[in-house]
């Protein structure tokens, strides 16, 4: 089998040493915007170095497992093979944390802070404001990506028992015509109910849901919170 190494590839495509690889790289961005979002997404699907350690939730939805280093959650997500047909919530499933080692450990913080949230989101939507905010990792970086502040802003600004359109949640990141770049960032959301992408509708209708597979969790979920109109 063949090996190629970097200079092999440099002089293939002409291109003399790393200055030169890094305007190829450059020009390539610029020409096809694709593949700068390709290497964001998977920036942001990598959120640090720190060791990343899931822990599972029980939820009247059914389990959530929630990722997280020491600094906060990476995400939170139901199991991959959920959808519309096999969505079964029950609403007296308690929210607790699923102890997997027979030896009891106990959570770090950011996982107990998760716990409560999810425990007072369950019982009253409504009171959910009053308990501390999870930390989400890649929330905390100075230097916040548009997603990133698209999650933000939604966390902040729209409460349960609220509902707000694509274009209106663009306008308030005041980039009012960036109505489809807010829906990506919907579909890419790691941290699902905590950033209550579930809130975001079309002006039509209630939008899609994990790519219209789950439209059922989010009416549940809207509904839960007192919103009855869709
Ligand atoms: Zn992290």
């Known amino acids: 089998m063949a090996y190629f190494t970097l200079t092999d590839i440099c002089s293939f495509l002409y291109l003399g040493d790393m ?4 305007w190829f790289v ?25 060791k990343e350690t899931a822990y599972h939730i029980t939820s009247p939805l ?27 919530p029950n609403k ?8 997997e080692d027979k030896e009891f450990t106990t959570p770090p ?15 009253n939507p409504s009171q959910v404001s009053q308990v501390p905010f999870p930390t989400i990792c890649h929330l905390q970086s100075q230097n916040l990506s548009f997603r990133a502040r698209v999650w933000q802003t939604l966390a902040d600004t729209v409460g349960p028992g609220e509902v707000i359109t694509y274009g209106a949640l663009a ?11 807010v ?8 941290v699902g109910i905590i950033v209550p992408c579930h809130r975001v509708v079309r002006s039509s209708d209630l939008g899609l849901y994990h790519g219209g597979q789950r439209q059922k969790v989010k009416l549940w979920l809207l509904k839960h919170e007192g919103v009855d109109k869709f």
């Open 109 to 123: 913080p950011v996982i107990k802070d998760c716990l409560y949230w999810l425990q007072v989101y369950f019982k």
């Open 171 to 181: 306008t308030r990141l005041r980039n009012p015509g960036a109505a489809r770049s």
């Open 26 to 50: 450059y020009i390539l961005c610029w020409f096809f915007p694709d593949v700068k979002k390709m290497a964001q997404v998977r920036k942001e699907s990598k959120w640090c170095e720190n």
């Open 62 to 88: 059914g389990t959530i497992t929630i990722k997280a280093c020491n600094i906060g959650m990476h995400s939170l997500s139901q199991p991959p093979h959920l959808n519309d047909e096999n969505f079964s």
């Open 183 to 190: 829906g990506s960032a919907m579909s890419h959301n790691p």
């Open 19 to 22: 200055t030169d690889v890094f």
């Open 92 to 99: 007296r499933t308690e929210v607790e944390l699923v102890q």
